[in-house]
C-alpha cells in the first residue's frame, strides 16, 4: 500500500465517520461541528485530486461560511427543540433502507464503470491563471459564471427579505 | 496510486449517509446539513470525473464551482426561511411545519 493510498484511506475514513456522525448524533451543536470535520476532510481529498485552490474554495466557503452560518442559526433556534426528545423521525428505519438501495445502486453503477480502476491523468496542472479567464471568456463559461452571480445575489436578497422581522400585527 | 473508484465509492457512501440525514432527522437545521453532505458528495465526484477522464479541460472545475455557489445560495435562503418559521410559529421541526400538508 502506497502513501497516497494511505492518506485517502485516512481522510474517506475521517470524512464518513464524521458524516456519520453528523446524521446520528442527538445534539444539534455537536452535529454542527460534525460537518466542519467532514468538510475538511473532503478539502483533504481536493488535495489529493492536485485541485488546491477549490481545497482552499471548500475550507473558505463551506467550513467558514456555510457550517458557520448552520451553527449561528442553531443558536438563534435553539429554545424551539431541546436536546432531549427524539431527534429522528419514526421512518427512520425505512429511510435507512431507502439509503442502502440508493447506495447499493451507485456501487453498482460503478462496478459496471469501465474506467473505474484507471488511475490519473498525468500533468493536471490546472493554471488558476488559465481558469479565470475561461470563467470570463465569451467562449468559455461566461454564461454559467454570470447565472451564478445573478442566483446568488438574488438568493440573498431573498434571504434578507425572508428573515426579516415580520410587521406587527402580522 | 489511488484508483478512481475509490473516489466513487466514499462519494456512493458520503451521498447515502447524507440522504440518511434528509430523511430521518426530525430537526430542518439538521434536514439542511444532510443536504450539505449531498453536494459534497456529488462535488468529490465531479472533481474526481475531472482528475481521471478530462483534465485537459477546465469544465470540471468550473462545475464544481458552479455548484459551490449553488449550495452557498441554498444554505442562505434555507436558513433564512427556517428562521422565519421558527419567528412565526416557533418550532423548527419539520413534521410540525404541515401548514400546507393536505
Same mark, same amino acid.
Given at each position: ?8 484511506? $485516512? ?37 489529493? !485530486?492536485?485541485?488546491? @485552490? ?12 456555510? $457550517?458557520?452560518?448552520?451553527? !449561528?442559526?442553531?443558536? !438563534? ?38 474506467? $473505474? ?7 493536471? &496542472? +490546472? ?18 459564471? &454570470? ?14 427579505? +425572508? ?8 | ?13 458520503? @451521498? $447515502? ?18 443536504? &450539505? !453532505? ?27 464551482? +458552479?455548484?459551490?455557489? +449553488? ?23 419539520? &413534521? ?7
Amino acid at each position: 500500500m502506497t502513501g497516497p493510498q494511505i492518506i485517502f484511506l $485516512a481522510a474517506a475514513a475521517v470524512t464518513l465517520i464524521a458524516a456519520i456522525m453528523v446524521v446520528t448524533v442527538p445534539r444539534l451543536v455537536h452535529a454542527g461541528l460534525w460537518l466542519i470535520l467532514s468538510l475538511a476532510g473532503i478539502a483533504v481529498l481536493f488535495i489529493m !485530486l492536485d485541485n488546491g @485552490f477549490l481545497a482552499v474554495v471548500q475550507v473558505a466557503i463551506y467550513i467558514d461560511a456555510i $457550517a458557520i452560518l448552520i451553527i !449561528l442559526a442553531m443558536m !438563534l433556534t435553539r429554545a424551539a427543540m431541546s436536546d432531549t426528545e427524539p431527534q429522528i423521525n419514526r421512518m427512520w428505519l425505512a429511510s435507512a433502507f431507502a439509503s442502502l438501495i440508493i447506495m447499493a445502486g451507485l456501487l453498482w453503477i460503478v462496478s459496471q464503470a469501465p474506467a $473505474a480502476s484507471r488511475g490519473p491523468l498525468v500533468d493536471a &496542472e +490546472v493554471g488558476l491563471d488559465a481558469l479565470g479567464r475561461a470563467l470570463v471568456d465569451v467562449d468559455g463559461f461566461i454564461l454559467p459564471f &454570470e447565472i451564478a452571480s445573478v442566483l446568488l445575489v438574488a438568493a440573498l436578497v431573498g434571504a434578507i427579505l +425572508v428573515a426579516m422581522t415580520p410587521a406587527r400585527g402580522d | 496510486m489511488v484508483p478512481l473508484s475509490w473516489f466513487l465509492i466514499l462519494g456512493a457512501a458520503l @451521498f $447515502a449517509v447524507g440522504l440518511f440525514g434528509v430523511l430521518a432527522r426530525r430537526n430542518a437545521i439538521a434536514i439542511l446539513m444532510g443536504i &450539505e !453532505l449531498m453536494l459534497n458528495a456529488v462535488n468529490l465526484n465531479l472533481l474526481a470525473f475531472w482528475r481521471y477522464l478530462w483534465s485537459d479541460s477546465l469544465t470540471g472545475v468550473v462545475f464544481v464551482i +458552479v455548484v459551490l455557489a +449553488v449550495a452557498a445560495a441554498e444554505v442562505a435562503v434555507g436558513l433564512a426561511l427556517i428562521i422565519s418559521i421558527y419567528r412565526r410559529r416557533s418550532t423548527i421541526v419539520a &413534521e410540525e411545519i404541515n401548514l400546507l400538508k393536505w
